[in-house]
């Protein structure tokens, strides 16, 4: 069974605040909160629903890679919400919040200085959803005009 460094305070806060997810050479940050950790293929693995129209599907879809960073406690909470509001189409996030970035190890992106765990990953598989493979229950949450969710599965390459 896949074990994660500080997976309990980072599932804690990942599901409770959320966390980053960095795409791009010139990074894009949007904010995840939903999503698996755990071991398939013999690999660590992650995977990020992503909505269709999120402009982090696209540089994602085209990079094949991303990090994931996890804010501890109530650290960036105001940033969370504003990269979860604004679209990377509309503002550069990373400027507008004055937030400290490092080049990541082993992607071609970056991590945001201080959170408390990082994951850099590589895109395996990606389920796309046309709204026919759902259940009316979850059809009925996307409301009226669905943006369903495409699920990333990604190797977790580095974390720390």
Not at 18 to 42: D, K, L
Not at 112 to 127: F, P, R, S, T, W
Request: with cysteine; net charge neutral; aromatic share 14%.
């Amino acid at each position: 069974m896949a074990e994660f460094k500080n997976a309990e305070e980072m599932l804690k806060n990942y599901t409770t605040h959320g966390c980053f997810v960095v795409a791009g050479e010139r990074p894009n940050v949007m904010t995840a909160s939903w999503g698996f950790f755990g071991e398939m293929w013999g690999k660590k693995v992650v995977v990020v629903p992503v909505r269709d129209s999120r402009f982090t599907k696209g540089i994602i879809d085209e990079k094949q890679e991303f990090t994931l960073c996890v804010p501890f406690g109530d650290k960036y909470k105001k940033e969370l919400l504003y990269c979860g509001t604004k679209s990377g189409r509309d503002c550069d996030k990373v400027k507008d919040l004055s937030l400290k970035i490092t080049p990541a190890k082993k992607v071609n992106t970056y991590v945001i200085d201080g959170c408390g765990a990082y994951y850099e990953c590589k895109v395996l598989q990606v389920m796309n959803f046309s709204g026919q493979e759902i259940s009316p229950f979850v059809k009925k949450a996307y409301g009226e005009k669905p943006d369903y969710h495409n699920f990333y599965f990604a190797e977790i390459v580095e974390e720390y």
